[in-house]
């Protein structure tokens, strides 16, 4: 008999995708992708309006949420698109 199991590996990265391009989950799954790319805990930026303000991990009101549109693995990279630190 064939396992039918296949389908959850399947279903489980359909939803990871389909997360990834819907806005206002998109910042929660792109999170994991950054964190691996950078190593460790990306700064996490928002362009929500037009503020361009970035945390750094271990800041006070570092956390992703749902304005949380921009991630950088350094704070060179962030201050090179126009972003500056929160107050």
């Known amino acids: 008999m064939r396992s039918r199991l296949w389908w ?9 995708a389909v997360a990834y391009f819907v806005p206002g989950l998109s910042a929660y799954a792109r999170y994991p992708v950054y964190h691996v790319k ?4 990306p700064i996490v930026g ?6 361009y303000n970035y945390w ?3 800041d006070g009101d570092y956390s992703v949420n749902l304005f949380s549109n ?3 693995c350094t704070e ?6 126009g972003f500056h ?3």
Request: proline share 12%; charged share 10%.
């Open 46 to 51: 928002t362009t929500f309006a037009s503020a």
């Open 85 to 87: 630190r929160a107050p």
């Open 8 to 16: 959850i590996p399947v279903g489980l990265l359909t939803a990871y």
């Open 76 to 81: 060179a990279e962030a201050k090179a698109a």
């Open 56 to 58: 750094l991990p271990g």
């Open 38 to 41: 950078c190593g460790g805990p």
């Open 70 to 72: 921009a991630y950088f």
